[in-house]
């Protein structure tokens, strides 16, 4: 899949080879954060190039338990750092099912390692389809939060979906969050990367860039929300 470029980066393959890798390309991932500053790098089972639904092919017990070995090592390395590892539950589409597709998986993996370094970035999008509700999910997660994915329920401009962000935003305070929330809207933002001649995501060829062609200002729509 599109989270792997192309290569076997699993974290939760039963396969020592396949799994190895994808622990050392994180480990060198983090190294790369810690060396720019950043506190924070988040880590999921991603499917695979090719989907596995409605359910992995192997026993999820096991993908979990791999998925857990791999967490362990990666904190480790991660600890020494000074970065914290967050866990981001995708969708069922997006990421292995039954491994980290919803909150209180998260929260298991947290109080089954007892590791200081493990923490859950929940994301609207994926809560929206994951989560029988948004706002307990929060609930579910509360201290264990240490940053907020605050897009909107279909990756479109905030106010085109669905999420109560009011409510969100009272639940956050009142389990005390003081962490970032990060914005993005990843339909709208390429719609309006592609509203000129193009190659690839956000990428303009020489002809439109600079030449005013009537692309819309990114800017504008990134501002909105704040």
């Known amino acids: 899949g599109y989270y792997h470029a192309g290569e076997e980066r699993l974290l939760a393959s039963p396969v020592p080879e396949k799994r190895g890798y994808a622990v050392q390309y994180a480990k060198d991932t983090v190294d790369l954060a810690a060396e720019i500053g950043a506190s924070f790098f988040e880590v999921c089972p991603a499917q695979p190039a090719v989907p596995q639904l409605p359910f992995p092919d192997e026993d999820i017990s096991t993908l979990r338990s791999h998925f857990k070995q ?56 994926h809560m929206n389809m994951s989560e029988a509700s948004i706002t307990q999910a929060i609930r579910t997660a509360g201290k264990h939060i240490k940053h907020y994915h605050f897009n909107e329920t279909n990756h479109m401009t905030h106010g085109t979906g669905h999420a109560d962000f009011r409510e969100i935003v009272r639940l956050l305070k009142g389990i005390g969050y003081e962490g970032f929330m990060a914005f993005y809207m990843p339909q709208t933002s390429q719609q309006i990367f592609q509203s000129t001649p193009g190659i690839g995501y956000g990428k303009l060829d020489d002809a439109a860039v600079g030449s005013g062609s009537g692309k819309k200002s990114l800017h ?7």
Not at 96 to 123: C, F, H, M, R
Not at 220 to 226: A, F, R, T
């Open 220 to 226: 504008e729509y990134l501002s909105q929300p704040l």
């Open 70 to 125: 791999s967490l362990r090592e990666i904190c480790e390395h991660a600890a020494n750092c000074g970065v914290t590892i967050l866990l981001e539950p995708l969708n069922c589409y997006e990421g292995l099912p039954g491994v980290l597709t919803t909150v209180i998986e998260a929260v298991n993996y947290i109080e089954e390692l007892e590791l200081d370094n493990l923490s859950i970035q929940p994301d609207n999008f």
